[in-house]
C-alpha cells in the first residue's frame, strides 16, 4: 500500500510535472513565433502592394529581427525573397511547402516540436496589401537548445530524486516491517513458553503503541492465568486434605475393630458411629465441593422472585435443634415485603450458613439475631452473634475457600471451611454484597445487601 503511494507520486512528478513544463514552453514559443512573424508581415504588407527582393531587404535591415534561427519571406509565386539562416533548420521540406500554401491561403500555422534535447519551432503567416490580398509568406523557425537543455536537466534531477526517494522509503518500510516482525515474534515466544506453563514468562514492554499494548495485556493475562493456577493448585491441595483426613479415621476405626479380638460390643457400637460421623462429614464436604463447583461454572438454575422472610423462618426452624442443643437464643426480626429475583435455594444456601456458623462459633448461653429490613433501593439482611468473634488478623481470609480461624473447633463442629465461600459467591451471583464485621460488644456481625425485585408494571 505504502509503495503504491510511493509510486503513484513518483509517476506524476516524472510525467505530469515534465509534460506540463513542456506545454508551458510550447505555449510561449508559439506566441513568440506569431508575434514576430505577424510583426514582419505588417510591416511588409504596410510599405508594399508587391513584394520585391530589394524592398523585403530593405525593410528586414531597418527591422533588425533577433532571436530567430532562420527567416524566410516567400513571394506570391513561391520564391524566395528573402532569407536568412543562424543555425539549424532540420525541418522537412514538404513539411514547409504545405504549411506555407496553408498560410497563402490566408492562415497562420504554428508548429513545435521537442526533440534531440532541442525545441524546433516554426510559424507561418500571410503578407496581405492593403486591397486584403495574399502577397506572400513569412516563415520563421526557431531551434531552441538552451530551454531544452533546462528541461533535460529538470528531468534527471526528477529522476534522481526519485531514485532517492525510492531508496529511502524501501530502507524505511524494510526497517519498519523488520522492527514490527521482531517484536511479533517475541510476543509469539511468550504465548508458546505460556503455553508450556510457564507462567513467569514476561514480555519486555517498550514504548506506547498497539503492540505494547498487547504485551501489557498479554502479561496481566499471564498473571491471571498464574493466579488461577495457583488457586486451582491449593484448592486440588486442599480438598485432598480435607478429604483425607476422614477417610484416615475411618481406616483406623475399622482397623481397630478387626484387629482387637476380644473387643466388647460398646466399644464396636462407639466405633462405628464414629465412623457414621465422619462418613457423614465426608459427604458433606463432598456435597459443598459440588455447590462451589457448580457456582465455578455458572450452572443457571431458573430464578424467581424469592420472599426472604418465609425462607429464613424456614431456616431458623431447621437451625432450631442445633441452637436449642448448643443453648442458644434465636432472635429475628423481618420485614415483610423482601423480594429478590434469585432462587430458593440460593437464599437458603447464604441464610442457613450465616446462621449455622452464628450458632456454632457462639458461647453457651448466647444469642444470634437475624435481621431483614427493606429500604427504597436495598434489602438488608443482618446476622449478628454474641459468640467469639473472628482475630482482626483473620478477617480478611474468612471468605477463602478451606479457611477455619481455629481448625481443631471448626472441626469438631465438622466444619470444611466451605460455608462463607459458598454465600460470598453466591450472594455475588444475585448481584448483591457481603461483610463481615466485628461487634464491639463481642461476636460477629454479617451483613448482606440484595438488590430488591420489581415487579414490572401491571397494565391495570
Ligand atoms: N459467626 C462467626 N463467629 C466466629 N467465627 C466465625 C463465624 N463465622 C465464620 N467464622 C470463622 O470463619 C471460618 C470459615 O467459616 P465457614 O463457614 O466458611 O467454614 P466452617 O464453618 O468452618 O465450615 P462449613 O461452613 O463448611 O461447615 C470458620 O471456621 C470460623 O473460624
Ligand atoms: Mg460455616
Known amino acids: 500500500m505504502y509503495f503504491s503511494i510511493i509510486a503513484i507520486l ?19 514559443k508559439k506566441s513568440f513565433l506569431l ?10 504588407s504596410a510599405s508594399f502592394n508587391d513584394l520585391t527582393v530589394d524592398g523585403v531587404n530593405q525593410i528586414m535591415d531597418r527591422l533588425d529581427v533577433t532571436g530567430l534561427t532562420h527567416i524566410t519571406i516567400i513571394g506570391i509565386d513561391g520564391n524566395a525573397l528573402y532569407d536568412t539562416n543562424t543555425g539549424t533548420d532540420n525541418s522537412d521540406p514538404s513539411f514547409v511547402a504545405k504549411n506555407i500554401s496553408e498560410a497563402l491561403a490566408g492562415n497562420d500555422v504554428f508548429y513545435s516540436k521537442f526533440s534531440g534535447g532541442a525545441f524546433s519551432s516554426s510559424a507561418f503567416t500571410p503578407v496581405i496589401d492593403t486591397t486584403g490580398a495574399v502577397i506572400g509568406v513569412v516563415y520563421v523557425h526557431e531551434y531552441d537548445v538552451e530551454q531544452g537543455a533546462i528541461l533535460i536537466g529538470l528531468q534527471s ?57 498487547l504485551g501489557d495485556e498479554f502479561n496481566s493475562l499471564t498473571d491471571r492465568l498464574r493466579e488461577t493456577e495457583e488457586i486451582r493448585r491449593r484448592f486440588v491441595a ?17 482397623d481397630s475393630i478387626l484387629q482387637n479380638e476380644d473387643i466388647d460390643l460398646d466399644t464396636v457400637h462407639e466405633f462405628v458411629s464414629d465412623i457414621g460421623a465422619e462418613a457423614e462429614r465426608l459427604s458433606r464436604t463432598t456435597e459443598k465441593l459440588m455447590s462451589l463447583t457448580r457456582l465455578d461454572n ?21 437451625l432450631r435443634p442445633l441452637a436449642e442443643k448448643n443453648n442458644i437464643r434465636l432472635e429475628s426480626s423481618l420485614d415483610g415485603g423482601c423480594l429478590v429475583w434469585s432462587t430458593e435455594d440460593d437464599i437458603y ?11 456454632k462459633y457462639n458461647l453457651p448461653g448466647g444469642s444470634v439475631k437475624i435481621s431483614l429490613t427493606r429500604t427504597a433501593d436495598n434489602i438488608v439482611l443482618t446476622v449478628d452473634d454474641t459468640g467469639i468473634g473472628v482475630p482482626e488478623p483473620d478477617l480478611p481470609y474468612i471468605f477463602d475457600r478451606f479457611y477455619r480461624v481455629d481448625k481443631a473447633r471448626s472441626r469438631e463442629a465438622g466444619g470444611s471451611g466451605l460455608g462463607l ?14 461483610e463481615a464485621v466485628r461487634r464491639e460488644t463481642g461476636g460477629m456481625r454479617f451483613v448482606v445487601h440484595f438488590p430488591p425485585y420489581h415487579p414490572p408494571e401491571s397494565d391495570y
Open 349 to 359: 444456601q447464604i441464610v442457613f450458613n450465616l446462621v449455622e456458623n452464628a450458632i
Open 35 to 44: 508575434v514576430q512573424a505577424i510583426t514582419i508581415a505588417a510591416n511588409l
Open 10 to 28: 513518483l509517476i506524476l512528478m516524472n510525467t505530469y510535472f515534465l509534460t506540463a513544463s513542456r506545454d508551458m514552453i510550447f505555449a510561449q
Open 157 to 213: 534531477t526528477i529522476k534522481s530524486i526519485s531514485v532517492v526517494i525510492l531508496l529511502l522509503s524501501i530502507l524505511m518500510v524494510t526497517f519498519v516491517i523488520w522492527t514490527i516482525m521482531h517484536r511479533l515474534t517475541s510476543i509469539l515466544k511468550a504465548i508458546e513458553s505460556v503455553r508450556e506453563g510457564e507462567y513467569n514468562y514476561r514480555i519486555q514492554v517498550h514504548g506506547n503503541d498497539e503492540l505494547a499494548l
Open 238 to 254: 486442599d480438598a485432598s486434605h480435607e478429604l483425607k483426613t476422614p477417610l484416615a479415621s475411618i481406616r483406623l476405626l475399622s
Open 421 to 434: 465461600s459458598i454465600v460470598r459467591m453466591t450472594v455475588r451471583e444475585n448481584g448483591g454484597t457481603i
Open 298 to 318: 455458572k450452572v443457571t438454575v431458573p430464578k424467581e422472585p424469592v420472599d426472604i422472610r418465609s425462607v429464613i423462618s424456614g431456616t431458623l426452624r431447621m
